[in-house]
């Protein structure tokens, strides 16, 4: 165990130390200052097993000791709809712990802590305070922690493991394989269908470019019309566009998501007189779970462990004291 570490883990076990675990705003920020020396090893050797703490690197004051359901908590606040049927938001609450576990059993996202609170690059958080700021009420805050509290402790596996639990908002009807995103074969990412979505924001989205701009976003000229330039696609699993040729040059999906600032890969693209129309399905990576699938699922009458199931195939629910 780190030596810079060590004494901090040992403090907050013994209820020594107690640090901030609440995050807040820049004008909020605490006035203790950052643990930001603390290296994550092998937690639970130290600490009870009653109670798991993690460190948590937020954006305003640097590396937190922060109690693991407390986090689970500000997690499921910050990236579901409190409107969310409560087993879709269980749903959310074991996907969230699972993904920070597996982070910090792993160390493989940054050097002195397990998880950031960036939706970019980790998971969202907020605190209750915000939440409840942004308009939210004391009943909906409730709701959550009690799918938070009904779900203590449970995580997914897979042989053993902690599973690679990625989500996204909307599939757009199908979700994607994690071979087509980041082209590595996951037994338990693979494509399924994900009905019921047309309700969420980005369902559906079309954008128009005009022959100059769409020219300007792949950074090249073209010849002839816009009807001339499209040309042979290839599809994913997950009804993505895996490839597609646009004035003879073959392009990713992913490639073209991003040069056109698409919400995701399911898109189709049609050649108007004088540019191009561009439809999309779904928005995120698409790979793991739909949010918004799981609450369709959950208005459906299916319970949190039969939405984990749909979207994670061949995984189980455990305990985390059974994880080696």
Not at 70 to 78: D, E, H, I, S
Not at 227 to 237: C, E, I, V
Not at 261 to 266: H, I, K, M, V, Y
Request: proline content about 3%; hydrophobic content about 40%.
């Amino acid at each position: 165990m780190d030596r810079k570490w060590k004494p901090v883990v040992l403090a907050v076990a013994l209820g020594i130390v107690l640090p901030r675990v609440l995050l807040s705003t820049a004008k909020q920020a605490p006035k203790e200052e950052p643990l930001t020396t603390v290296q994550p090893t092998q937690l639970h050797d130290a600490l009870s097993e009653q109670t798991t703490y993690l460190p948590v690197l937020t954006q305003e004051n640097g590396v937190y000791v922060m109690e693991l359901e407390q986090y689970v908590l500000g997690v499921v606040m910050a990236e579901m709809p409190a409107e969310f049927e409560i087993e879709a938001l269980k749903a959310q609450a074991v996907v969230a712990r699972t993904y920070v576990m597996r982070r910090m059993a792993r160390q493989d996202r940054h050097d002195n802590a397990a998880v950031c609170t960036s939706h970019s690059c980790c998971q969202a958080y907020t605190t209750k305070e915000s939440f409840l700021e942004s308009g939210e009420s004391v009943a909906a805050l409730e709701k959550i922690a009690r799918a938070v509290e009904e779900t203590r402790g449970q995580v997914l596996t897979y042989e053993g493991e902690y599973i690679e639990a990625t989500y996204f908002s909307c599939s757009g009807g199908r979700t994607e394989e994690a071979l087509a995103v980041w082209g590595e074969v996951i037994p338990y990412l693979q494509a399924v269908d994900s009905p019921g979505e047309e309700n969420a924001d980005k369902y559906w989205e079309e954008k128009y470019f005009t022959a100059e701009e769409f020219q300007a976003a792949l950074g090249r000229r073209l010849s002839g019309t816009p009807k001339s330039w499209l040309g042979k696609r290839t599809f994913t699993a997950g009804d993505g566009v895996q490839t597609m040729v646009i004035g003879g040059i073959t392009y990713t999906g992913i490639h073209l998501r991003e040069l056109l600032g698409l919400n995701s890969t399911a898109f189709t693209m049609t050649a108007q007189a004088d540019g191009i129309t561009v439809e999309t399905l779904g928005k995120g990576h698409r790979v793991g779970m739909s949010q918004y699938g799981a609450d369709a699922m959950a208005r459906n009458g299916s319970t949190y462990e039969e939405i984990l199931m749909h979207y994670y195939r061949g995984t189980r629910i455990d305990k985390m004291e059974n994880i080696g």
